[in-house]
């Protein structure tokens, strides 16, 4: 069975509503509780916040990374920060660092990160896991998009060997050690 060590987690760095602060803060929980370290944005705001709050509230590791632009907005209790030059290379850092990937609810930023990480693993890149968090079915519609891309065969493999959709955090923790 693959166990994950280092898990990038993608997603907002505003506040948004409850229903994804409550999923977020489980998911920190059951991250210090599998031993995951969380890999993350490294800013100490939205989302972000809330989910490096929980991981240490529950006794898991930080490693943020964070680029020049964003440095003034950086955790300063991570237990490892690193500062990237640009996107570009904070994306390189992610790939090499992390064991698997999540997307969180998130906007732009987080679509680019993933989308990436997903074309990367399509091509044989990497054979890391990535799971998408649907909380309230913000993702429904990509999981859609994805699944059409597959049956109208955009997609050189099946969609279920690229990227899985949980529901719930805890679906998630059995994604990622599957």
Not at 60 to 77: S, V, W
Not at 90 to 110: E, H, N, Q, W
Request: proline share 2%.
């Amino acid at each position: 069975m693959f166990m994950p060590i280092a898990v990038a987690v993608f997603c907002s760095a505003e506040d948004v509503d409850e229903v994804y602060v409550r999923a977020v803060k489980k998911l920190g929980q059951l991250f210090a509780q599998n031993k995951f370290t969380l890999i993350w944005g490294g800013t100490n705001k939205g989302m972000m916040k809330v989910i490096a709050d929980s991981v240490q509230e529950n006794g898991g590791k930080l490693i943020g990374i964070t680029t020049e632009m964003f440095k003034a907005n950086r955790r300063l209790n991570a237990d490892q920060m690193i500062i990237t030059l640009d996107h570009a290379e904070r994306k390189k850092t992610f790939l090499a660092k992390a064991d698997a990937f999540m997307l969180l609810v998130g906007g732009i930023g987080s679509m680019d990160e993933i989308t990436e990480i997903l074309e990367f693993k399509k091509h044989g890149i990497h054979h890391k896991p990535i799971v998408v968090l649907n909380t309230a079915g913000f993702y429904s519609g990509l999981k859609t998009q994805l699944t059409r891309m597959e049956k109208e065969h955009f997609l050189p493999r099946q969609l279920k060997d690229l990227i899985t959709f949980a529901a719930t955090p805890s679906q998630a923790i059995r994604l990622l050690r599957k």
